[in-house]
């Protein structure tokens, strides 16, 4: 499933729509995870305003105050040009261009707000992992008194939000935290530098374009695809050494609340 690496550079490849008008929207079929709205075809005659994130959702902001929310489940994704049979949406513009959403699996979310951002799936949302209101010790008072691992607390987006099974694997084992420490008994120490390795890696892997696994499913707009995986320190890297230059041993994997997670026993306390 895209994480926040993953939503943010679509969003920045999305920019380019700003300002265009929208001429007509096309729906392939009833649903995704959950019915299109009945009103769907309101967008259309609305221009393009900007392009927001809040956590994995895309909240692309039109005129009138009419939000388009979108959520890329599993496999979704925009781009310029007709796939196939899995495009489900279709925006085409004034000027002749058009918008299409793919996604095989049918995961993924659309949904509109028609003022501000009162919706129930944003509304239980915790801090952002790159905003300036959010830091170490935040998540320290977060992670206090909490009895599920450190890893399972890193994915629940009440305490903060965007981070998803790959990017949870790689801080930890840059911050040296085991992934199965019960998050209460995480030092205020260790929290800051969880914090201190979320910032850089999130932002490294922005900068990658977000990391395109193995089955090859998240491009960006442009059909490119995302470079970060080139940068796995644990993730995906069962069996293999580590990368620490004083560690001799390899890569674990286990599985916790039904997802793998990958770390070094020796490196990660």
């Known amino acids: ?72 489940g599993m496999t979704g994704r925009f ?33 509109l707000i028609h003022g501000g951002d009162d919706h129930k799936l944003l509304n239980h949302l915790g801090p952002e992992p790159l905003d300036s209101g959010w830091s170490g010790s935040q998540l320290y008072q977060s992670l206090r008194g909490r009895n599920v691992s ?12 965007g981070i998803g099974n790959i990017y949870a694997s790689e801080i930890l084992f840059r911050a040296g935290v085991s992934p199965k420490r019960l998050a209460k008994n995480v030092s205020k120490k260790k929290a800051e530098e969880i914090y201190n390795q979320t910032q850089i890696v999130l932002l490294t892997a922005i900068e990658a374009g977000g990391s395109t696994l193995r089955d090859g499913q998240f491009k960006q707009i442009d059909g490119n695809l ?16 580590c990368v620490s230059v004083e560690c001799a041993n390899t890569i674990k994997r286990v599985v916790q609340s039904g997802r793998s997670t990958f770390f070094c026993s020796h490196c990660q306390r």
Not at 37 to 50: F, Q, T
Not at 95 to 108: I, K, M, N
Not at 229 to 238: G, I, K, S, T
């Open 226 to 241: 995302g470079y970060f995986p080139h940068e796995f320190a644990a993730y995906d890297r069962e069996g293999e050494n």
């Open 79 to 111: 781009g310029y040009d007709l796939e196939g049979k899995h495009d489900h949406v279709i925006i085409d513009f004034v000027d002749g261009s058009r918008l299409v959403y793919t996604d095989p699996r049918r995961f993924g979310i659309m949904d």
């Open 1 to 72: 499933m895209p994480e926040l690496p993953e939503v943010e550079t679509v969003r920045r490849g999305l920019l380019g729509l700003i300002g265009k008008e929208i001429l007509a929207v096309e729906l392939n079929r009833t649903n995704l995870r959950f019915p299109f709205p009945e009103d769907m075809d309101s967008i259309a005659g609305r221009k393009i305003l900007s392009v927001d994130r809040r956590a994995k959702y895309l909240l692309i902001r039109l005129e009138n105050d009419l939000t388009l929310l979108s959520h890329l």
């Open 150 to 161: 450190i890893k399972s607390a890193l994915l629940d987006q009440k305490i903060v939000v």
